[in-house]
């Protein structure tokens, strides 16, 4: 009985292990900071949020599909636990995350947050006060397929 069941689990073991879906492709540190010193700066604008002093720049990497956006807060721009979202395609703003939704990471000023790869090139960035359970502002829409400023 207990040679069958040593056997059996471990053949349900081996096939679910091999059964398992990919994990998505994401940059290691090491490849992200080789690929950010070759970035080339696609904009720079101060007018994507409107509620809040916040300047942001879209960087294009030098494969495809490897975009970062980074941000420079105005002076006096303070909001606790604040959270970077991805909101892909053309969702219109509402007053709290949509499902698809994408977590960018803790705000943090002059760091490179890189945008998913989805079939959508364009979307919104979303700033949620985490602290505050509440959207901050909603970005107006970005194109990852602006070209680059010379």
């Known amino acids: ?3 069958v069941i040593g056997v059996a689990s471990t053949s349900v073991f081996i096939a679910g292990i091999a059964a398992r879906t990919p994990v ?13 010193d070759s970035q080339t700066e696609v904009w720079n604008r101060s007018d994507v949020f409107s509620n809040v002093p916040v300047s942001v720049r879209l960087l294009r990497g ?3 599909n490897f975009h970062t956006i980074d941000f420079l807060p105005g002076r006096g721009f303070a909001k606790p636990d604040l959270l970077v979202y991805w909101v892909a395609g053309a969702q219109i703003p509402a007053d709290s ?7 960018l990471g803790a705000f943090v000023a002059s760091k490179g947050y890189q945008l998913p790869q989805t079939d959508h090139t364009e ?11 509440e959207i901050v502002d ?9 070209t680059p400023k010379q």
């Open 97 to 103: 995350l949509p499902d698809n939704a994408r977590l």
């Open 62 to 64: 030098p494969i495809a």
């Open 24 to 36: 998505p492709l994401r940059a290691s540190p090491q490849l992200s900071a080789n690929l950010q």
């Open 138 to 146: 909603w970005s107006k829409q970005i194109s990852a397929n602006a």
């Open 123 to 133: 979307g919104r960035v979303v700033l949620y006060s985490l602290a505050d359970h």
């Open 1 to 3: 009985m207990f040679t």
